[in-house]
């Protein structure tokens, strides 16, 4: 069964301090994994989109990494800010229909 | 460039009625897709068009319908309203290729049921 699982649940940190977000995925067969942010009552926005080919991509102070053989990724941010008080979401695509496969999410907190 | 749009922003509906869900997407996108989130929940899927086509759909009952118009707007429909049916509904619009192809979401519908 295809499914995306990500941990922490939810994760409190301080501002100034870099935090990962974990993501693992039983897709198959695999195309791509996006990571996305959703401030709360909003949509969510794309933050990386990465093939089986490219094992690290960076937007600004977020970093997304890819493991394509253990099926694992992880978003990495450094130096956070109030503003990255959000729900990080995975999502892995599969290539077989284009049905994308949605994680629960991690909710981050940061905290002054 | 015009992004994603959803209306009404806010609505509340009685148990039983039917409602209409509007998305006006990023124009040149073709694809529009459906989903629905619940507090505390991961967006769960509910359709996608593609060229007024359903591509995909997800594990809803057949009170959820939608259809996309030839200028790639979609609605989206659901009757029999339930309790259960209140969240934030939210579309997004890609260019519908397969690799590479970010979903733009709209703010959302947020529908609240009485």
């Known amino acids: 069964k295809n499914q995306v699982e990500q941990s922490p649940q939810s994760l409190i940190i301080l501002e100034g301090k870099n935090c990962t977000l974990q993501?693992?995925?039983?897709?198959?067969?695999?195309?791509?994994l996006r990571w996305y942010k959703q401030d709360t009552g909003r949509g969510p926005v794309s933050l990386t989109i990465m093939t089986f080919s490219e094992n690290t991509k960076s937007n600004g102070r977020y970093t997304a990494t890819l493991d394509a053989d253990t099926k694992q990724s992880s978003l990495h941010i450094t130096a956070s800010q109030l503003s990255d008080s959000a729900s990080y979401i995975c999502?892995?695509?599969?290539?077989?229909?284009?049905?994308?496969?949605w994680g629960a999410g991690t909710k981050l907190i940061i905290k002054p | 460039k015009a992004g994603v749009t959803q209306t009404p922003r806010y609505l509340i509906k009685t148990r039983g009625q039917q409602v209409t869900l509007s998305c006006s997407p990023i124009?040149?996108?073709?694809?529009v897709s459906w989903y629905q989130q619940t507090p505390g929940q991961g967006l769960q899927f509910l359709f996608e068009y593609f060229s007024e086509t359903q591509r995909n759909k997800g594990n809803f009952p057949g009170r959820f319908s939608g259809r996309q118009f030839s200028n790639s707007r979609s609605e989206m429909n659901v009757s029999t309203l339930e309790l259960g049916d209140s969240a934030l509904y939210l579309c997004?619009?890609?260019?519908?290729?397969?690799?590479?192809?970010?979903?733009?979401f709209g703010n959302g519908t947020r529908l609240t049921v009485t």
């Open positions: 997004a619009s890609s260019l519908g290729s397969e690799v590479g192809s970010p979903l733009h």
């Open positions: 993501c693992n995925y039983t897709v198959s067969p695999f195309s791509n």
């Open positions: 999502v892995v695509s599969a290539r077989s229909n284009y049905q994308l496969i």
């Open positions: 124009s040149g996108h073709r694809s």
